[in-house]
């Protein structure tokens, strides 16, 4: 694997942003995939309660209460006299946010505050590799214990409702197994840094629009199957030692005010014994919030002292409305966290560590094992360096950098290698390039201030812009088009108007695959676009994230083959919007409340089930060289029961010219089953490096309670016995092999 370090940095800047731990090293696991690797999390330790106890009776109402509420935009009150330090918390879903001011939103100015810039959650996801999810967690979390922060805000992994999500760049998957395979090795990652992983956000908050307001109904087994069970394995598997309550409601309460989500589910059944704090500004109330669960109040609306567990909460002690007790017990969760990440006791804690060379080399790996390759009927990759002497190089995103952007948190980085950055770098000398921007990122001016909410575009190309490209299309031996979006078009607080390619990009490679057939077209975005038009005669089609500080790099070694491409797209891509199950049923956005009228047939198991055919499917992505999948056999030939575990194993083999990695991906069917089900549902994975001409057995570890569905009637998971089938496949709509099972 060559040039994984930008070469564009100069000796000077690479000692600048190594100086603070030029000896640190990430922690990364063993990726033999061998091995079925099993990642658990530490519980909260309750050896501290005792100390926790003595402080809380010396501590003043006001203190404790100082203890639940922002006290500053990203911290809340310590008590100095006692040595209890603020509880400092941090933005993370692409590395650790820079540093704002401590009373506004306004950059603090810092000149220390750069961090590595890691690849999006799609990007993430698209790698289905829970090996590299540990390794985002450990980098995010050692940059984050360098910045002196006790919080991480993330991972963020609500479930993709919606193509439209202006969050979808950052979440991880439709999909609730491949989300929780992702989610958990990321919070053990980032909490053995001494960190606390605020898991969010909690829960089924997958839109963005009224996302303040809106009430989300849904059944209770479409609440369990599909938007809980990461959450669930984040608190009992990774034990994240935070929840963020967010901003919507759930069957008329809002999330940080919900009972029977906050006490009865986290806490009751699955045993949380960590701090729910809310999203900013998602508390509506006083009493009802911490009666319900919620522990800490962050937010920007308001005067400090003004938040509802600010002086309202002291008012409500005073006036009898709710006791001091019920305040010890959240200022308990807090305190405990704090003693198990050393923040009271700093003895032993963690030093961290932030731009380090290392850290950049993760962030490649993680980058280079994202990208998909959706088509390339005339092999015009990997690009054939000896055959062509110029490479017309087009479009926006071809030097766009996605570190900062939207409504939300960005990462202040050093460096950010673009697609042009690393084909300059990379290509011989022999080969010109010939750039053209191609098209303009234009907006319709909003009416207020925030140019963020439902930005939308101006889709009217510049003829001079065109005819440039398409002269340097005419005058090369490929092109390759750099297409797609940015983190201004997708953005939190903001779900997209809809999936049409913006800033008029259809057009523009139209004309450039008429200039030239010899056309690549790369789409860097975080989800799904109509791709009918750019499809249409395009031989090469390649898709690629919001990948982070190595990102050009990256991507630029796939399309010269030396990284061969093994990523497989997390969600799925429709044909037109129509076809996605939230929209089909037109059950989105809903105005004060929203229906999940599709109820467990979201994503995949919609367009399994009702055989709607989409333009890319769930898990797909293809190779530079070939697979095939044989003879898959279990561990037992009689019927397993409940407690078992199904072992599959099954033989792939490189049947092509160049080493590679494949997803085995398992599906479960069951279609005699006395209850609704989907079509099929993932219940395995396993990514597997297999050099050319070779095999590989991969072991697949598949407990029989995971093939469970949500018995509302009893309120429990429980297995319908009968006769399943494993479809074992490259996709979901690519099945090679097949074995049924029986459970008893």
Same mark, same amino acid.
């Given at each position: ?31 033999d995939s ?52 603020e ?53 995010? @979390? ?5 910045r ?11 479930i993709?409702?919606?193509?439209? @999500? ?19 090795p ?29 009430d ?13 069970p ?37 806490r ?19 009493v009802?919030?911490?009666k ?9 609306n ?65 980058a ?5 390759l ?6 015009l ?7 062509i ?9 071809a ?10 948190a ?64 005419k ?47 790369v ?20 898709w690629?994230?919001?990948? /982070?500080?190595?990102?050009g ?7 010269l ?28 956005? @809903?105005?004060?409340?929203?229906t999940?009228?599709? /109820?467990? !047939? ?39 029961t409940?407690n078992?575990?199904i ?8 049947? /092509?010219?160049?080493? @590679? ?10 279609s ?9 549902e ?11 001409g ?12 995971? !093939? ?6 009893n ?30």
């Open positions: 694997m060559k040039n994984r370090i930008a070469p564009l940095l100069s000796i000077l800047s690479f000692i600048a942003f190594t100086a603070c731990n030029e000896d640190a090293q990430t922690n990364t696991p063993n990726t061998s091995e079925n690797k099993i990642f658990q999390g530490e519980p909260l330790s309750m050896e501290y309660e005792e100390k926790i106890d003595s402080l809380i009776a010396q501590l003043t109402l006001e203190e404790k209460s100082g203890m639940l509420h922002g006290t500053s935009m990203f911290a809340t009150s310590g008590v100095p006299r006692l040595g209890i330090p509880l400092t918390m941090a933005d993370g879903p692409l590395g650790v946010r820079e540093e704002i001011s401590r009373d506004s939103w306004a950059n603090a100015g810092w000149e220390n505050d750069y961090a590595t810039f890691l690849p999006a959650g799609g990007g993430l996801s698209a790698t289905w590799n829970p090996d590299l999810a540990y390794t985002f967690g450990n980098v995010i @979390g050692a940059e984050t214990r360098d002196n922060k006790d919080v991480l805000l993330a991972p963020a992994f609500n993709i409702r919606t193509p439209l @999500g202006g969050r979808t760049y950052e979440y991880f998957s439709e999909d609730p197994f491949l989300n929780k395979k992702i989610t958990v990321y919070i053990v990652g980032v909490q053995e840094n001494d960190v606390a992983a605020s898991i969010k956000h909690y829960a089924v908050n997958n839109q963005e629009t009224n996302r303040g307001t809106v989300v109904l849904l059944d209770e087994r479409t609440l369990r199957e599909i938007y809980l990461a959450f669930e394995a984040a608190i009992t598997e990774a034990h994240a030692y935070s929840v963020m309550g967010a901003y919507n409601r759930l069957r008329g309460d809002y999330l940080n005010e919900n009972e029977y989500m906050l006490q009865d589910v986290l009751d059944e699955w045993g949380f014994k960590g701090f729910v704090v809310s999203d900013w500004d998602a508390i509506h109330s006083t009802k919030a911490l319900a669960g919620a522990d800490v109040e962050m937010g920007t308001a005067p400090f002292d003004e938040y509802y567990f600010a002086q309202p909460l002291i008012d409500s002690v005073q006036a009898g409305k709710l006791s001091e007790e019920e305040v010890n017990k959240h200022v308990r969760r807090v305190l405990r966290v704090m003693y198990n990440i050393k923040s009271i006791d700093s003895t032993g804690r963690a030093e961290g560590s932030r731009n380090t060379e290392a850290h950049l080399q993760d962030a490649y790996d993680i280079s094992e994202s990208v998909v959706l088509k390339n009927e005339k092999n990759l990997p690009v054939k360096l000896e055959e002497e110029s490479i017309a190089v087009i479009g926006n995103n030097t766009r950098t996605y570190a900062q952007g939207g409504f939300g960005g990462v202040k980085t050093r460096n950010e290698i673009t697609p042009l950055d690393a084909l300059k770098n990379k290509l011989p000398e022999s080969v010109s390039i010939n750039y053209a921007k191609g098209y303009e990122e234009n907006y319709v001016p909003a009416n207020d201030q925030n140019q963020n909410y439902g930005r939308e575009t101006i889709d009217e190309l510049d003829e001079n812009m065109v005819q440039e490209a398409v002269e340097a299309a005058n090369s031996d490929i092109a390759i088009i750099f297409a797609g979006s940015n983190r201004d078009y997708e953005s939190e607080a903001a779900d997209r108007r809809d999936i049409q390619l913006p800033f008029g990009q259809e057009e523009l490679i139209d004309r450039v695959k008429e200039a030239n057939p010899n056309t690549i077209i789409m860097i975005a975080g989800a799904p676009f109509d791709l009918q038009k750019v499809e249409k005669n395009a031989s090469t089609l390649v690629s994230w919001f990948n /982070g500080s190595e990102g790099n990256a991507l630029v070694d796939v399309l083959g030396e990284v061969n491409p093994s990523g497989k797209l997390p969600w799925t891509m429709p044909v037109s919007l129509e076809d996605s199950p939230a929209h089909a049923t037109n059950s989105f956005p @809903g105005d004060e409340s929203v999940y009228e599709e /109820g467990i !047939l979201v994503g995949y198991r919609w367009f399994d089930t009702k055989n709607i055919e989409p333009m890319y499917p769930f898990g797909y992505g293809l190779s530079y060289t070939s697979f095939d999948f044989k003879s898959p056999k279990v561990n037992k030939e009689e019927a397993y409940e078992d575990t072992t599959l194993e099954i033989e792939v083999e490189n049947t /092509g010219e160049v080493d @590679g990695k494949e997803v085995v991906q398992v599906y479960m069917s069951k005699d089953s006395q209850i609704e089900r989907a079509a099929q993932l219940k395995g994975f396993k990514k597997v490096a297999v050099s050319a070779s095999s590989e057995t991969v072991s697949i570890e598949i407990p029989v309670k995971e !093939l469970a569905y949500y018995n509302v009637d309120k429990s998971w429980t297995v319908e016995p009968g006769t399943y089938t494993l479809k074992i496949g490259n996709s979901s709509r690519n099945i090679l092999e097949q074995i049924n099972i029986e459970i008893e």
